[in-house]
């Protein structure tokens, strides 16, 4: 029985690892929590619902077209709360201020189109479980813990080994030092806010596949962010991480105390993480530069 | 440059205050050929899906009763009063709807939250707020004695979750029982006890209860013991995304028994799920073959490409008896709340409404019993709420 | 007339938790993300004083703020001496945990449902007094030694500690202020409304508060004060809007916080010496408008 919770566990960590990194990757450029995430996963749900159900696209069209409506509106949630507090140099406090009013006018927005409903996607897959044994492990979580995987791979590698990836790595180590030595530094913020954006497309349909539509499925983003810090803010590796230990966490305390408990002793955690190491599990480059 | 910025600000403040000034006086120019009502919803917010579907059924009832005339040559406005699933909102906008824009009746949310936190408020003044709190405490006091303006057109979930508990162990044959509920959520915590006491005192065994927060997602740790402890049926008292889970996840972990859910396995709750819908049962506020309601259903689909749930329905209800109680006594407030308080035999959608003035909950309102057969909704028993 | 002073009302009480946001945020630059459950033991504590110990109302709240400010020293002892952005960390998890916790006990706070039965106390003059005298301390505070430090620590943390400001000190004494100011308000609240449930103590609702501190100009407590009447008198102006309404709201915000940074009042303080200088407009900004900069990291 045991092994069917660390399933269950690693299935809920890839859905929050999908959630967290998105999250961290504007973390480790801009330095800020981007909590517009959930809206955008929102969004982008809503996007891959209309084309799956509405137009009858298959699943990877649905996948790949959602994950482009997801960078656009990165893009344009850029253009909107964050362009020019960026160009100010303000504080980060502004960032996320911005993003929460960001987060509240895209969820409005949603709310204003489909609020009255909830929105299924039609189903991909014929059997929906795989049964080795004993342990039951469901198809679209084990869809979702591959493209996961798969794409935080792709992310990886782009970050880094293109040329690309190692402009948003400077970027986030000095911003200044990055533009003075040629890198066009708003140009990389908006790369990776597309990405970032695209992120929150894919973990949309994936949410969306796996659970129900409706316009606040976004306030799960505050689970990627527990994730992340855990993890270590801003780091990549460590928000996956973060967010496996987190799913693995919170399956292993529902089993043991219940539900009740769960999130005071995830919480405790996480206070223990910011006690004995504040930079989580492998966050480095944090430290505060004065 | 400095000094622009600051006379734009000083003139965007004026201009502020000048809104939230007139506002507040209200919308006074008010002509005498109209009947205002509110309808106090969470029209955005968390569940801004059951909101709405009640604001979009009590417009329909309104909208048929101005088409056909109006009440005395005046026709019927109403005012929707957002209150974003939040308690202090709620609070505002019901004193504006009485104070300021003097409503006559309100029609009232279906989250038990929200009529719980306008009801000690309500007392003051005698605008009788119709609503579908399902929690007997949203309409009597601590004291056993009713809030007088607070009514509630449906049965209470000491009822329904009786009727649910009944229908399981004596139509069903179930004997063991798992119950998973949604701890952070007002609506399911209050089904909980009504079920397993009923249950308990026809003998059956509730083998394991868990409970959720209004996040979670992943169930399948949760429903773990009560599936290997291979329970005869599942209850789950939770809202529409979360029993849609529930199900999935219960039947992608080998799950053949019954689940029992709430209200909001009501259709299109069968379209949103597919095949794992079959071997649901739920309770209904009506009888959906009822060709009334077929018609209606069709029609909101039609218009407003809308799937419309029992939420709309009850609405509906709402807004006809108001109509009703108009047409009767007039549009005295006061007098419309007596009449509804001693309203018998209203002929709604959702069966014969009697108002039982102790409790302010319906007497003998039926409740159906409901199956789905693959993705078809299969009626099965009808029953009265005692 | 009913409705206007439910609006003062409940925007008053709005306002003291902003004043309470605006010490830790506007002062220190830490900010909080589980400011509400502050409120929400405020409001639990009092409310549970009064209708099952029976204790006399005052004293309830000077109890249930006593014990906020304990919690408040816990949660603050391990995250004062770190960057100052853990603090909405630690904070935000505790919002969750704690209500997480007011579900889980039913019996006691009557779970999601709620937790009816409280009488109805606060009054529109009590509420107004309040604010008035809270307002005050904080704006005492702000001008003295303690303030002064505040802005050092704001302004710069690493050369405010060479300076030889204690800053984690510092920090703590300002975090238990404004948790104390918070309790206060969540003590009024639940005499106020007579009802409360977990849901209203969310993050979502601390989220607000900075964000009203923001929009008023995070260095200014007028602003801070101006922006609460607006932000919270505003949603109630645009319910002719009805759906729209949230949408337009989020968007006033984020033009202001996009074109004014520095938000409504920057700085600027009502003083009398101020608001002469409004009048007589010289070219000397120093006491009115300093031009510096928003504050920077």
């Known amino acids: 029985m045991s092994l069917q919770i660390i399933i269950n566990g690693l299935a809920l960590g890839s859905v929050y690892a999908l959630i967290a990194t998105g999250f961290a990757l504007i973390f480790n450029v801009l330095k800020f929590s981007n909590f517009a995430h959930g809206a955008m996963m929102t969004c982008g749900a809503f996007v891959g619902y209309f084309l799956a159900a509405g137009k009858g696209f298959g699943l990877f069209p649905t996948i790949l077209i959602s994950m482009i409506a997801g960078g656009v509106i990165g893009i344009g949630g850029e253009f909107i709360a964050f362009k020019r507090i960026i160009a100010n140099h303000s504080s980060h406090i502004y960032f996320f201020v911005s993003s929460i009013t960001l987060g509240t006018l895209l969820e409005g927005i949603v709310t204003l189109k489909v609020g009255a409903n909830f929105y299924n996607y039609p189903r991909f897959f014929k059997v929906a479980t795989i049964n080795i044994g004993n342990i039951i492990i469901s198809k679209s979580d084990a869809m979702m813990f591959c493209f996961s995987t798969m794409a935080l791979l792709l992310l990886w590698y782009i970050i880094r080994y293109t040329k690309q990836g190692r402009a948003i790595r400077s970027v986030s180590f000095d911003r200044d030092t990055a533009s003075l030595m040629g890198i066009n530094v708003e140009s990389v913020i908006l790369i990776t806010f597309f990405v970032s954006g695209a992120l929150a497309g894919l973990a949309g349909v994936f949410l969306g596949i796996n659970y129900t539509l409706y316009p606040t499925l976004g306030s799960l983003v505050v689970k990627g962010f527990i994730a992340s810090v855990i993890g270590g803010l801003g780091s990549l590796p460590g928000a996956i991480i973060g967010a496996v230990f987190l799913g693995l966490l919170e399956t292993l305390l529902i089993h043991t105390v219940g539900s009740g408990y769960a999130p005071a002793l995830t919480f405790s955690v996480m206070l223990i993480f910011l006690l004995v190491r504040p930079q989580g599990i492998s966050g480095s480059n944090i430290q505060e530069k004065a | 440059m400095k000094i622009i910025v600051k006379k734009c600000v000083t003139v965007f403040f004026c201009a502020l205050v000048a809104t939230l000034g007139l506002s507040a006086q209200g919308n006074a120019e008010k002509s005498d050929s109209e009947i205002v009502i509110g ?56 004193t504006r709807a009485v104070s300021t824009d003097k409503v006559k009746a309100i029609i009232g949310p279906p989250i038990a939250n929200i009529a719980l936190a306008i009801a000690p408020i309500s007392e003051k003044y005698s605008v009788p707020i119709i609503g579908l709190g399902v929690d007997p405490k949203c309409q009597q006091k601590t004291d056993g ?78 429903l773990n013991d009560m599936i290997s402890a291979k329970v005869d049926a599942i209850y789950s008292p939770g809202y529409t995304q979360e029993i849609i889970l529930i199900t999935q996840q219960a039947r992608a972990l080998g799950y053949k028994g019954d689940l029992i859910f709430g209200l909001d396995a009501c259709p299109p709750f069968n ?19 009822d060709p009334k309601l077929v018609s209606i259903i069709n029609d909101m689909k039609q218009k407003k490409n809308l799937d419309i749930t029992n939420k709309f329905f009850l609405g509906y209800d709402i807004g006809k008896v108001i109509a009703q109680s108009f047409t009767e006594v007039g549009t005295d407030s006061k007098a419309v709340r007596d009449y509804i308080e001693h309203l018998t035999n209203f002929k709604g959608m959702t069966g014969d409404i009697t108002i039982d003035p102790a409790t302010h909950f319906p007497t003998g309102l039926k409740m159906v019993m409901y199956t789905y057969k693959g993705t078809t909704p299969v009626m099965l028993e009808h029953y009265s709420a005692d | 007339m009913a409705y206007m002073l439910t609006i003062l009302t409940t925007t008053l009480i709005t306002m003291i938790s902003v004043v309470g946001v605006y010490l830790l945020t506007g002062m220190t630059g830490m900010f909080s993300l589980g400011q509400a459950a502050f409120m929400a033991i405020g409001a639990y504590a009092s409310g549970l004083l009064v209708t099952k110990v029976g204790m006399a109302f005052p004293l309830a709240c000077i109890v249930a703020v006593a014990l906020s400010v304990g919690v408040g020293w816990l949660i603050g002892m391990p995250t004062v001496r770190l960057r100052r952005d853990y603090i909405s960390l630690a904070t935000l998890g505790f919002g969750e945990a704690v209500a997480a916790l007011l579900n889980k006990a039913t019996k006691l706070t009557g779970g999601a449902s709620g937790f009816v039965g409280i009488p109805a106390i606060t009054t529109f003059p009590m509420v107004l007094i309040s604010t008035i005298v809270i307002i005050a301390m904080v704006a005492m505070f702000k001008n003295s030694k303690f303030g002064r430090q505040c802005s050092a620590i704001r302004c710069d943390e690493l050369a405010a500690k060479a300076m030889g400001i204690n800053v984690p000190w510092i920090k703590m004494v300002v975090f238990l202020f404004s948790v104390a100011v918070t309790a206060y308000s969540g003590c009024l609240y639940a005499f106020y409304t007579t009802y409360v449930d977990p849901s209203l103590f969310g993050w979502k609702k601390s989220a607000d508060w900075v964000i009203m501190v923001f929009f008023g100009g995070s260095g200014s407590l007028t602003g801070s004060i101006l922006a609460t009447i607006i932000l919270t008198g505003l949603p109630e102006a645009l319910r002719f809007l009805s759906d729209y309404r949230s949408i337009f709201y989020a968007a006033l915000v984020l033009l202001i916080l996009n074109f004014k940074p520095s938000g409504l009042l920057n700085t600027w303080e009502l003083t009398p010496r101020n608001i002469k200088s409004l009048f007589h407009r010289t070219d000397d900004v120093t006491g009115s408008m300093p031009t510096k900069k928003p504050m920077k990291n």
Do not use: H, W
């Open chain 2, 39 to 94: 309808c106090i919803q969470d029209t955005t917010g968390p569940t801004s899906t059951m909101g709405k579907m009640v604001e979009e059924g009590a417009l329909y009832a309104i909208d048929e009763v101005n088409a056909a005339g109006g009440i005395n040559g005046k026709t019927i406005k109403m005012i929707t009063y957002d209150t974003k699933g939040d308690v202090n909102e709620a609070i505002n906008a019901y």
């Open chain 2, 271 to 289: 379209t949103l799920l597919g095949e794992d819908a079959d071997g649901i049962y739920f309770i209904n506020n009506y009888d959906a073959s």
């Open chain 2, 145 to 222: 004695t009713t809030y007088k303006n607070m009514f509630c057109l449906q049965p209470s979930t000491i009822s329904q979750g009786t009727i649910m508990a009944d229908y399981a162990i004596k139509e069903r044959g179930c004997k063991t029982f798992g119950i998973i509920y949604n701890e952070s959520n007002a609506y399911s915590v209050s089904l909980v006890d009504p079920f397993l006491n009923a249950a308990e005192k026809a003998g059956a065994t509730i083998v394991d209860k868990v409970s959720y927060n209004a996040n979670d997602k992943d169930f399948k740790t949760l």
